[in-house]
């Protein structure tokens, strides 16, 4: 009975020191990583999202179906939208004709 007592103290012991010694890796690395961290550059800092230009809704050519953003689309009838004045006059000449 005594060494199944001893055994589970040192069972206890024996985690507490592997979670101890892990918490200090871990803080350790952490400020290791905070000194190499270069300092921050002047000014705001620009991310890839603020560098690109703002997203823009894409929409749809009714003719062919090809996907382009609003401001380059060909405005027509009915709000519908074409990617050329060929696709617009197209689709306006065959919807007229039938
Ligand atoms: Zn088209």
Redesign the pocket.
């Known amino acids: 009975m005594r060494n199944i007592l001893l055994l589970l103290v040192l069972l206890v012991a024996g985690t507490w020191w592997m979670r101890y010694n892990e918490r200090k890796r871990n803080t350790e690395r952490d400020e290791r990583n905070e000194q190499r961290r270069p300092p921050p550059a002047h000014g705001p800092r620009t991310t890839v999202r603020e560098a690109l230009p703002p997203a823009e809704r894409m929409v749809q ?1 009714i ?2 179906d ?1 996907y382009l953003p609003e401001s380059e689309a060909v405005g027509g009838a009915g709000g519908n939208h ?3 004045a060929a ?1 617009r006059n197209a689709y306006l000449t065959r919807e007229h004709r039938v």
């Open positions: 050519c003719e062919c090809t074409f990617c050329s696709h």
